[in-house]
């Protein structure tokens, strides 16, 4: 497999950014493989991500980021460069739906997720056969609605014990506390099986039911303090008539949850996704 460098910028726009980057690239004697840019005409703010083939390049990343440091101060950059060789460790939390769980271990094993899945953590016991089979060791936490603190203190220490790069929340049905939103700021990545920002909060579905909509839909975001109202990653929807029961819409929605977090994810492992305020640029 090839190896690259990942260039990820957000910086104000102006004229020249492009060639000074690209120029600098080329004077290191790299090959940009891929190259997105966008540049939002309200905020004045430019995005850019670059894949640089790391062996066009004879030094590391370390290196590589010293000898960019005078442009990104030059355009006043925030950036960030990743080596494709880290793979990304990624802990999964989950209750007892298990379709997220389950279509995220299939991929994660044939291939499609580039990371490490280091772990599992559950409120219930339910999952512990299913993450064991694949070799993952599996947390069980129980969350008491009456010393929630005492339960999220240990969820907390198991993420800090797996070194944790993403938390995903695979339906994971507990709202996070505030310290671990804060923690972990753009590292926390939720499906919510709803198309937000309707029908936020508990049985999403039975909400859209009752308001006899046509479409349903699901939400990969961030996780924030405000619950479910983080940068939106991905979305995705299904038609749905009068005909449709409450269960149908929970059984269309669950394909369309696992689809939408998949490709959330996969976008998040590999630098596409740039967040800006509450919203987000997506090099999909």
Same mark, same amino acid.
């Given at each position: ?22 120029g600098?690239? #080329? ?21 850019m991500? %670059?894949?640089?083939?790391a ?15 005078? !442009? ?61 089979? %694949?070799?993952?060791?599996? %947390?069980? !936490? ?27 929340? #695979? ?12 923690? %972990?700021?753009?590292? !926390?990545?939720?499906?919510?099986h ?25 939400t990969?975001?961030? !996780? ?6 983080g ?12 005909c ?11 394909d ?5 977090l ?23």
């Amino acid at each position: 497999m090839s190896h690259y460098y990942r260039l990820i910028v957000s910086c104000p726009d102006k004229v020249g950014i492009v060639a000074r980057v690209s120029g600098f690239i #080329a004077q290191q004697g790299g090959s940009i493989t891929e190259a997105s840019q966008h540049s939002d005409l309200e905020t004045g703010r430019f995005f850019m991500r %670059y894949e640089i083939l790391a062996d066009s390049l004879e030094m590391s990343s370390a290196s590589l980021r010293l000898a960019f440091e005078p !442009v990104a101060r030059e355009f006043e950059m925030q950036w960030a460069l990743t080596d494709t060789r880290k793979r990304q460790r990624v802990v999964l939390m989950v209750s007892r739906e298990s379709h997220c769980l389950v279509d995220l271990l299939y991929r994660w094993q044939a291939g499609e997720l580039d990371c490490d899945i280091v772990g599992v953590i559950s409120n219930h016991d339910d999952m512990r056969s299913l993450a064991e089979w %694949y070799g993952i060791t599996y %947390y069980h !936490v129980p969350v008491d609605p009456a010393d929630k603190e005492s339960a999220f203190a240990k969820v907390q220490a198991c993420i800090d014990a797996m070194e944790a790069d993403c938390i995903v929340l #695979a339906r994971y049905m507990q709202i996070l506390p505030p310290a671990l939103c804060q923690r %972990y700021i753009g590292k !926390v990545i939720n499906i919510h099986h709803s198309f937000l920002p309707s029908f936020a909060g508990a049985k999403p579905y039975h909400q859209a039911y009752e308001r006899g909509v046509k479409l349903i839909g699901a939400t990969c975001h961030y !996780v924030t303090e405000e619950l479910d109202a983080g940068p939106i990653i991905e979305q995705d929807i299904h038609r749905v008539s009068h005909c449709h029961t409450p269960t149908d819409l929970v059984r269309f929605g669950r394909d369309v949850e696992k689809a939408v977090l998949a490709r959330g994810l996969r976008w998040h492992l590999e630098d596409r996704v740039l967040i800006h305020g509450n919203k987000t640029v997506v090099f999909s």
